[in-house]
């Protein structure tokens, strides 16, 4: 009986350059999906307390309340003009080019988003003389 052999299976080795930066980035719209699903709930939640903590003075008198909303505005502005900031780093992380060189530019600015609502709630409790 002559001896038998195994066929011998050769793999391929792509002989060509791997990906480059200028190649499409296959999950690139995952990290913008990520933040804009937390950055949109947590805006609109501190949205909501921001604009519901004027209750906190309700039982103040009228010197304290006086002084209370004194704060309290130019708080709520900073806080209401500061959500453009999120927005904008949402609408950047989603605009950039979906190539592999911008997926550590896109994932940063992308987890800046909802950094920056707490950030900016920080910001107003920091603003406000509370009673």
Do not use: K, N, Q
């Not at 995952?30 to 909501?48: K, M």
């Not at 950094?115 to 509370?130: H, I």
Request: hydrophobic residues 50%.
């Amino acid at each position: 009986m002559p001896h038998r052999t195994l066929p011998v299976t050769t793999t391929r080795v792509a002989t060509g350059p791997g990906p480059t930066g200028d190649d499409p980035a296959p999950s690139a719209w995952i990290a913008p999906t990520v933040a804009t699903v937390l950055t949109l709930p947590l805006a609109f939640v501190a949205f909501i307390c921001v604009a519901l903590s004027p209750m906190a003075c309700d039982p103040c008198s009228g010197a304290r309340s006086a002084e209370f909303s004194a704060d309290y505005m130019p708080a709520f502005w900073t806080f209401l003009v500061g959500l453009v900031l999120p927005l904008g780093l949402l609408v950047t992380s989603w605009a950039l080019p979906w190539r592999r060189r911008h997926t550590v530019r896109r994932c940063t600015i992308a987890a800046l988003a909802p950094v920056s609502v707490v950030l900016l709630s920080l910001l107003f409790l920091g603003l406000v003389d509370w009673p």
